[in-house]
């Protein structure tokens, strides 16, 4: 694999409903460029998603490998869903589609799984809840992923699901106050059913959260989507 003077350089990808964004991370993870960003096209097929990669990720120079979150469920580099995106993305061979356009071995996972990889502590049942036009949810057990968690399509109060309950479009129609009384719930009914050590809440819309959160409770940086990717290749 081709070294550059820091090392191996990780092109990290984080496939969102609202943006889609890029960073390099270098071989412990420390961002070697600026955070790059671009609305994500719509209709948001995989061809429409992963030519505006290509764009996006042009300016960012070399890389020897890329991780991607993605706001589905991905299992062995396919992905079988992406209800913010298109159904197209139902077979979609993610990482051999990255691999074969990029030119560089790609890993994926889902979205909230690479975001917890930024942050969480690896000790005990630590959790992650993303809050942005979906809801992500990710478990880890001493720093053991979970993966494919779908709690956000899970019935939540009456005929809503989580998502229903808090993603964007709950936020744009309830409005702040209430939503952030909405979160508080989701966040009780969490800790009640999991019983983590710590729930991490980031995610686009994590900002408009005020006043204080249940203990427990960790707010994050959205850049963790990005930070976590070099969890990815630990094993490289
Ligand atoms: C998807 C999850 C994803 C979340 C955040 C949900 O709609 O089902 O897989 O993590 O959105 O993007």
Redesign the pocket.
Known sequence: MARSKSGIRTLAIDI??TGLKAIVLDEVGTPLTERVRVETPRPATPSAVMEALRDLTKPLGAFDRISCGF???VVDGVTR????LHVAWAGFRLEADLTRRLRKPARAL???GVQGFGVIERRGVEMVL?L??????ALYLDGRYVP?L?L??HPFKGKRTY?QYV?DAALESAGKKSWNRRVRKVLEQVMRTWNPRVVYVG?GNAKHLKGSLPDGVKLTDNIAGLLGGIALWRDA
Request: proline fraction near 8%; include cysteine; glycine fraction near 30%.
């Open positions: 969102g409903g706001p589905g469920v869903s992406a209800p913010n889902n979205d909230a993303t942005g036009t979906g809801m992500g949810c494919n779908e956000a399509h998502e993603g995610g």
